[in-house]
Structure formats: structure tokens, C-alpha cells
């Protein structure tokens, strides 16, 4: 080891930031609802992604589950019972998490990417610009949700993509506003005038300066919009707009709900992916709160007491 | 254990505190803001706390009347007329406050209630301590508001419709509320400008002479402190390193501490007087962590080799003076 | 207050409606290359349908004169007729909304009761075995769909134990009228209701607590305590009123969001609000029902959005003698 020439600041950027790694990791294990969260998070995505290895695709086609018993009960037919139409109700579980965690990721990289976009240039251009962009921002956030993704739904019809977009440019507004308040109060600081004074482009500026004092904070929101994206996929694909090819939690609480699984009593349908929805969007959220106490400047300097 | 010291005055002591300590807990284990201080005022006088924030003072002043925020723990003694403060029941706790002892607070933004008109947190104090009710109370808020230079008129205002000067008149006249017998006034000019600063000072004097009060008056700023008090105690890191009659100390301090804090020359209107007011470099010790010996050391001008190993105790000083020193005990 | 404060909120409000019917037009014209193709997927027109079609969604003429034309009728309350029943749009929601009125504006209202309540007592002792147990309970009902919290109410209370009906908005088979009606009503409303409020009483908790901490850290609630007031009127008549302004607006903008956030729960139970319309416009399509409900939605919003600006600047004196 051993540098006998003065570390470079990169060097020592790089050093800093992995110690502030290791401390924001440390603060996290210290967050025992955080650890909780990230542990249920990951049970659930290794079921997602382990899915083939746990369930062949084919159980999910009804063509294919015609010798199946019908209502069967998991006492009957382990271990989650079967539907209306003798499919297994286990497999549709274990598929359905990955469509369902699919669309809340994707979606919300769309309404992360967008709105921290939309917040930066708002909030560093301000002025005319930085006004329109508000404007419109704040105009998507009195549009109530439902009946917005409703309408884009029924209109660009029901499939994968769709989904993902409507959630997606629905769901921007709010993280748009958070950055650009972020941003405005990170342009008052001193070394950004510095920088600019030293002749430093804008691209600069956001990039060296705005961007990684933002990603914190991003990250923190992004993991708090991901249970927003799939509860609101969760209510769409019920509503009968999502993609009728593909199961989803969403859309076994739909053929639940069409099938009569409740006047059936066949509760083995409709509660465990409420349930899985349930877990997943609390994993989330304790995730996120966790992060957001370690990574979000404005929280950093809260009084313990 | 320090030698006592008879007050200068033959007045019966109103208050009497004990090596209080005052501990908060933090998530970073427990923080003991105050270490042992003793004080004693006799009646009509007025005694100076000195020192800059983060050394205990504000603490030690919200202790005296048990109001330290939930969890944090009080021990020693503090006798207000004779009666042991710390071991009140609740019930006689909540009736002295205010009648036997009083607090004026900074008068910041929010230091009064934000969506409550100024007259009726006046009334309120009155009529709890049921020196009157409705009209009469209302009568006495005109009449408190006049004696601090305010038109009785302006009890109808909002706190945030006052200036700064106003709202420290407020509070004053709500200290006042109850005719207590002990003021603490926890730096009651510090958000102010000076030329207000000059007048709320003034109005305290002539309301000290006017009712016969007894005041400990709490500032970071040892110069006002030197006109307006009998005796002067300077604080740091949680305990007194140096008290005796304003003058002396102002004149010809004992401590060193207490020599900076009376040699700065605060640029009028600079806010950073407030948060280093002697002047020296470095920041006062974070109390989980203090310096070996004396918590002075590491900024001490004239540090000497013994500092560090010899642990401080108040020294006799002189008449009726004592400082936390070693150059005083040579 | 001042009169010029209230118009430019009004100005605002109007504007953004303004907005929001030009949307709406343009959301279902242009998204869609063909709308009629797009809507009426699956269904077989012959070539006359479809030219009558296109003449009745006036989508002959040029943009211009279609937008025009949609204006015209917008602004007369004329919102074209549902594809399905052939009603007036106009009508069917004004047939739907009551129902829709009653079951969100209890729900509101208790919800917000209920969760300032739970906010205030976990925010007072916090860290308390009440603030986790509150915290948890908000957070957990808080993360799941409030329809299926419907479907649990309605599989166990209705179902398997036939305490309440399983929908509907009254026993279609009884004759009652007056209060014996109403309480028939009230009794179908009873399920429906109590999933909307366990749904939604969270958010008011945690806004709450987090409102009442925020205001605990202020200096004028150690004064009222050296006043020698008691703990209980510390909190109730110097923290709780100071804390309690944020969460008036969140729950008068609530009422304007819960009105559109009905719809699962509304189609779990049958209940005949805006909330089943919109479901069974979804399952048409319902052109004409769904433009005219996302009209309403919005407009619904836009209006308490606004009383809630209103209110909280009566509210807080600081902005009300600004």
C-alpha cells in the first residue's frame, strides 16, 4: 500500500464517499424497521425473479389445469388451492409478483426519471422557464390520479407498456416539486456561485455540484414511490385496465372479485395477493423511511429530542 | 467541596441552588449539560450569568423550574424562598410557577403562541393563577402592556403582527403577570438590535426598581451585564468558573475566560458575536467529550503545564470572589 | 383576508379548469389515432355505425370545429349521452352522485376525527408503546389496497357472518320510506364506510403526529408550561391548534381526491355512486360517461382545493391579517 505522493482528490472523494457508505450501512442496520423492510424486499423479489424454478409458466394457462379440482382449498389442493377454473392459485401468486413488481419499478424509474428532470431544470433555470414547468407540474398534481390513468387506460387500451407509462406520467409531479425545492436551496450555496464565477458551464454545475447533493434524496423518494406505483397498478389491473395476457396481484383480486370467489368464501383467491401487495408496499416504505433518515440533508440535523 | 460564601448582602436568600446537575439523554448516550453549580441570590438582587451558548446556562435556567424537556434528569437542590423546588408535587410545582417564579424568554418568533392574540396569553397566566377573571383580567393586561411602554390597545395583536422590541416587552409584561418575587430573564436582548436593546434594558431596570424584584439575568454578553447586576457568575462547559461583585469581575477578571468575554468588541450588529463572544478560537467542549483537568485548557491564553492534570475548583479570589483558576490558588 | 387574496385564488381555480376541459377533449380526440376504432375494440360496426358514430362524437369537421363545438356543449352542461343506458351523462351523474357524497363525506370526516386522535396521542408520548402501536396500525392499513381491505370487511361481516348485506345501496325487496329508508340506507352504507375510514385514517395520523412534533420543538410550549398550565391544556390549547392547521387542508383536499378514490371500494359493494359508474363505463367503453366523470373528478378537486386554500388562510392568523 502506500502512496508516497499526496492522495489525488478523486482519491479522496472516492475515500470519502465509500466511508460515508459504510456509515449510511451501519446507521441502516441500527434502523431495525429499515432491516425488517429490506429483508421482506428481498424474500419477495427472489420469489419474482426465481419464478420458473418455482412454478412452470404452463400451471397458469386454464387449458392446462382442466383436471384440477375447482374452489379447491389449499387443504385440498396445496398450497394456495385453485380458481373458478381449477387453476393453481399459488402459481398465479408467484407470477403475478413479478408483473406486479415489474410495473412498480418501472414505472417508477419513469416518474424518477422524469420528474428529476423536470425538477433540476425548474429549479436551476427558474425564471420563465423554471415557471412553465411548475405550472405544469402543479397542474398534474391537482388532476386526481385515478380517474386520470383511467382515462389514458380506456383510451391507449389495456397492455403492458400502457400500464407502465400511465402510472409513470401520472406520478412524476410530486418527486419534480421535491427536487426543484432541493435544487433551489443547493443554487444559494456559496460554492456553486464560486464555481460559476470560475467560469463553470451549467452542465457542470448540475453535474459536479447539483447531482450527487440530489442523489440521496432521489434515492430515498424513488423507494417511496415504488409502493405508490404498485398500488396503483394493484386498483388499475382490478379496474380491469391492466394487461388481461399477463397476472398480476391486481388481477387475481379482479378474477376474484368476477369469479365470485367471495360469495364462494374461497378466501385463499383474494388474500394473499392482498397480502403479498400488503408486505411488499410496507417493505418499501420502512426501506425508504430508513433511507430517507440517513440520506436526506434537510432531516439529517432533526433534534433527537 | 468549595468554601461558602456569605451574600454580600443581609437580605434573606430568595434563591438557593445547590450542585445541580442536568443531564439530557441523547441517542449518543447521556449528555450532562450542567455539572454541579452552586448560586444564591438574596432578595432585590440582581445576579449576571455570563457565558456563550453550549455552556449550560439556558439549561440551568429551565431546571429551576423543572421545565427541561421529557427525560431529562435534575438532581441537587434548589430552594425558591426556603421550599425545595425539585421535590414539589405536581400540584404546588404548577401553582409556584409563574407566582413565585417567572421566566422572560428571547423574545423570538415563535416564542409566543402563533395563532393566539398577545393579551389573552396574557390573561391566561392571570386567570389560572386566579388574580382575576374576565373584565379585571382584561383590565390587568391593559395595565401590564402600559407599564412596558405598550398601548394597552395592542393586546389584540397577533405575535407575528409585533416587532422583536414589542414582543420582548410582551413577554416581560407577561412575566410580570403575576407579581412574581424572582425574574430570569434567559437573554432577553439578544435578537434585538442595540438601540432597542438599550431600552428593554432600561425598562428592566426601572421595573426592577419599581416592584422590588429579584433578577438572574442570563446574557452572552458580559458588558451589559456588568451596569445592570450586583454580582456576575460566568459559566463554562456546564459549570461556574468564576462569581463575585460586577464591577471586580467586569474590571479586573480572575479567570480567563472571563478576561476574553470582557475584552471582545462585538461589531455592532454582527450576529457571530453571538456564538463566539470572548473572542477566542476554537469551540466550547462537547460535554460527552470535555478535556482532561480544566475544560479550559486547550483555548487558555495562558495555559500552564499543571492545567490539564489539576481538576478546578472555585478558589477564593479576592472580596467576596472566587474563580475556577490556578493562577488565583498561587 | 383580503378580497384581492380571494379572487386570485378563484382566478387560479378557474384556470386550472379551464385547463382540464381541454385536456379532457383532447385526451380522448388525439391519444387515440382512431378513437372510434379504439373504444369500440371488439365490437363489429358496419360502416353506417360507424359513420353515425363519428357524427355523434362530432369527430366530422376539422379539430377546430370539433373543439369549438365541445366547448359550446361543455359550458351549456351538455356532456352527450352514455353509450350504455342512452341517458344523459348529465343525468346519470347527478342519479350517482349523492350516494357517492354520503358514503366519502362520512368516511372523511371520521377518518379525520379518528386519525387526528390516534395522530395526537402517538405524537404527545412519543416512542411510547401508544405512538408504535398507533404507528404501526396507520402504516399497515395505509400500505394496502383499500378495495381488498373492502373484500376482507365484506367476506367476513357479510358473507360468513350475514351481519350486514353484501351490497347495494337498500333491500330491493322492502317498500320502507322515510327514516326507516335512511336506515336502511345507513345500514348498507355501514361496510363501505368503514373501509373507506380505516383506509384513509392514516394518512391523517401520521400527518398529525409528525405536524404535532414539528410544533412541540417550538419555544411557546415551554412558556405555557412555566405558566404552570397542565400538561393536558398545554397540549390541547397550545401545541393541538398550532398543529392541527396543515392537517384542516389536507382533509378539506382530501374530500376532493377520496370522491374519485371511491371507485373499487364502490364496485366491491355495489354501491351506485360515481364510483360504480365509472366501473361500468370502464367495461363499456362509455365515451361520453367516462369524459363526463373525469370532468366532475377533476372539477371536484379543483373546487376543495380551492375552499381549502380559503379556509386555511381564515384559519391561520397569520395569513388572514397578513
Known amino acids: 500500500m502506500s502512496a508516497v505522493a499526496a492522495p489525488s482528490a478523486k482519491r479522496i472523494a472516492w475515500l470519502r464517499r465509500r466511508r460515508a457508505a459504510a456509515a449510511a450501512w451501519s446507521d441502516f442496520r441500527h434502523d431495525r424497521a429499515g432491516m425488517i423492510g429490506l429483508v421482506i424486499l428481498i424474500l419477495f423479489v427472489a420469489m419474482a425473479l426465481a419464478a420458473p424454478l418455482i412454478v412452470p409458466e404452463s400451471e397458469l394457462r386454464a387449458i392446462n389445469a382442466l383436471d384440477n379440482p375447482v374452489w379447491a382449498s389449499p387443504s385440498e389442493f396445496s398450497p394456495m388451492g385453485t380458481d373458478s377454473l381449477g387453476r393453481s392459485v399459488w402459481a398465479q401468486f408467484v407470477w403475478g409478483a413479478r408483473i406486479s413488481l415489474l410495473v412498480g419499478l418501472a414505472a417508477t424509474v419513469m416518474a424518477m426519471l422524469i420528474g428529476t428532470v423536470v425538477g433540476v431544470a425548474a429549479g436551476f433555470y427558474g425564471g420563465r422557464v423554471g415557471g412553465v414547468l411548475m405550472r405544469i407540474t402543479e397542474w398534474f398534481l391537482v388532476i386526481p390520479f385515478l380517474p386520470l390513468a383511467i382515462a389514458l387506460a380506456a383510451v391507449l387500451g389495456p397492455s403492458l407498456t400502457n400500464i407502465i407509462f400511465v402510472i409513470g406520467i401520472t406520478s412524476w409531479p410530486s418527486t419534480a416539486r421535491l427536487v426543484r425545492a432541493q435544487v433551489l436551496t443547493l443554487k444559494e450555496r456559496l460554492y456553486v456561485d464560486r464555481s460559476r464565477a470560475l467560469g463553470a458551464s451549467d452542465a457542470h454545475l448540475m453535474g459536479r455540484h447539483i447531482m450527487p447533493n440530489i442523489s440521496g434524496l432521489i434515492l430515498a423518494n424513488t423507494t417511496l414511490t415504488v409502493p405508490i406505483a404498485i398500488l396503483s397498478e394493484t386498483t388499475l389491473s382490478f379496474l380491469g385496465l391492466g394487461d388481461p395476457t399477463s397476472t398480476s396481484w391486481g388481477k387475481m383480486l379482479e378474477d376474484s372479485f368476477q369469479q365470485g370467489a367471495l360469495t364462494e368464501q374461497a378466501w385463499w383467491y383474494y388474500v394473499p395477493p392482498g397480502l403479498g401487495v400488503l408486505f411488499v408496499v410496507l417493505a418499501f416504505t420502512l426501506v425508504g423511511h430508513a433511507l430517507e433518515g440517513i440520506l436526506d440533508p434537510r432531516l439529517r440535523n432533526a433534534p433527537t429530542e | ?83 425545595d423546588v425539585l421535590g414539589m408535587k405536581p400540584g404546588r410545582l404548577r401553582a409556584v410557577r409563574w407566582t413565585g417564579m417567572a421566566i422572560v424568554f428571547q423574545g423570538a418568533l415563535h416564542s409566543l403562541n402563533p395563532v393566539q392574540r398577545v393579551g389573552d396569553q396574557i390573561a391566561e397566566a392571570i386567570v389560572l393563577h386566579a388574580k382575576g377573571k374576565g373584565p379585571r383580567a382584561a383590565t390587568r393586561v391593559g395595565e401590564l402592556l402600559e407599564l412596558v411602554g405598550m398601548p394597552a390597545r395592542r393586546a389584540r395583536d397577533y405575535p407575528h403582527q409585533l416587532s422583536g422590541g414589542q414582543r420582548q416587552r410582551v413577554l416581560i409584561a407577561l412575566a410580570l403577570a403575576c407579581d412574581p418575587k424572582l425574574l430570569v430573564a434567559d437573554e432577553p436582548t439578544t435578537a434585538l438590535d442595540v438601540m432597542v436593546q438599550a431600552q428593554i434594558l432600561r425598562l428592566l431596570e426601572d421595573l426592577k426598581e419599581q416592584f422590588g424584584l429579584t433578577t438572574l439575568f442570563i446574557t452572552h454578553d458580559l458588558s451589559t451585564l456588568a451596569a445592570a447586576c450586583q454580582r456576575i457568575a460566568v459559566m463554562y462547559a456546564g459549570r461556574i468558573v468564576e462569581e463575585g461583585p460586577a464591577h471586580a469581575v467586569f474590571d479586573a477578571p480572575a479567570h480567563p475566560y472571563t478576561r476574553a468575554l470582557a475584552a471582545a468588541f462585538p461589531i455592532i450588529g454582527d450576529p457571530a458575536f453571538r456564538h463566539n463572544p470572548s473572542g477566542l478560537a476554537g469551540d466550547p467542549p462537547d460535554p460527552r467529550a470535555l478535556p482532561s483537568g480544566c475544560p479550559f485548557h486547550p483555548r487558555c491564553p495562558v495555559m500552564h503545564e499543571e492545567c490539564p492534570r489539576v481538576d478546578v475548583e472555585l478558589w477564593p479570589a479576592g472580596e467576596g470572589r472566587r474563580a475556577a483558576c490556578v493562577e488565583v490558588r498561587a | 383576508m383580503s378580497p384581492r387574496y380571494v379572487i386570485g385564488k378563484l382566478g387560479g381555480s378557474l384556470a386550472t379548469l379551464l385547463f382540464v376541459v381541454v385536456f379532457n377533449f383532447f385526451l380522448f380526440r388525439i391519444v387515440a389515432t382512431d378513437p372510434v376504432a379504439n373504444l369500440f375494440r371488439g365490437r363489429n360496426l358496419t360502416e353506417s355505425q360507424r359513420d353515425e358514430l363519428v357524427h355523434e362524437f362530432g369527430l366530422d369537421g376539422s379539430l377546430l370545429h370539433q373543439f369549438w363545438a365541445y366547448v359550446q356543449q361543455t359550458a351549456s352542461l351538455n356532456l352527450g349521452r352514455s353509450y350504455s343506458t342512452n341517458e344523459t351523462v348529465v343525468s346519470e351523474i347527478l342519479d350517482a352522485a349523492p350516494a357517492t357524497i354520503w358514503l366519502v363525506g362520512v368516511s372523511t370526516i371520521l377518518s379525520a376525527v379518528i386519525g387526528v386522535a390516534l395522530g395526537i396521542a402517538a405524537g404527545w408520548r412519543r416512542r411510547s408503546k401508544t405512538d408504535y402501536a398507533a404507528t404501526t396500525f396507520t402504516m399497515t392499513t395505509y400500505s394496502m389496497p383499500d378495495f381488498w381491505l373492502g373484500m376482507l370487511l365484506l367476506s367476513l361481516f357479510a358473507v360468513t357472518l350475514g351481519w350486514f348485506p353484501v351490497g347495494g345501496l337498500q333491500d330491493p325487496t322492502s317498500t320502507a320510506t322515510g327514516p326507516a329508508l335512511w336506515a336502511d340506507q345507513a345500514y348498507h352504507m355501514f361496510l363501505p364506510a368503514l373501509t373507506l375510514t380505516l383506509a384513509y385514517l392514516g394518512e391523517y395520523t401520521l400527518v398529525m403526529r409528525s405536524s404535532l412534533l414539528d410544533t412541540m420543538r417550538e419555544d411557546f410550549l415551554v412558556l405555557a408550561r412555566a405558566k404552570g398550565l397542565r400538561d393536558v391544556v398545554v397540549r390541547n390549547r397550545h401545541a393541538v391548534p398550532n398543529a392541527l392547521l396543515p392537517v384542516v387542508t389536507l382533509a378539506a383536499i382530501n374530500f376532493g381526491f377520496v370522491l374519485s378514490g371511491a371507485i373499487a371500494v364502490e364496485a366491491i359493494f355495489s354501491w351506485p355512486g360515481l364510483g360504480l359508474a365509472t366501473y361500468d363505463a370502464i367495461n363499456g367503453p362509455d365515451l361520453p360517461m367516462l369524459q363526463g366523470l373525469f370532468l366532475v373528478f377533476s372539477a371536484s378537486v379543483i373546487v376543495f382545493n380551492l375552499l381549502a386554500d380559503l379556509l386555511y388562510a381564515w384559519l391561520d392568523p397569520r395569513v388572514r391579517e397578513a
Open chain 2, 1 to 83: 467541596m468549595s468554601a461558602d460564601i456569605q451574600p454580600a448582602t443581609a437580605a434573606p436568600t430568595l434563591l438557593s441552588v445547590r450542585d445541580l446537575h442536568v443531564t439530557y439523554p441523547t441517542d449518543a448516550g447521556p449528555l450532562e449539560a450542567v455539572r454541579g453549580v452552586d448560586l444564591e441570590l438574596g432578595a432585590r438582587e440582581t445576579l449576571g450569568l455570563a457565558g456563550e451558548s453550549g455552556c449550560g446556562k439556558s439549561s440551568l435556567a429551565t431546571a429551576l423550574l423543572r421545565l427541561l424537556p421529557r427525560g431529562a434528569k435534575v438532581t441537587g437542590e434548589v430552594l425558591l424562598e426556603g421550599e
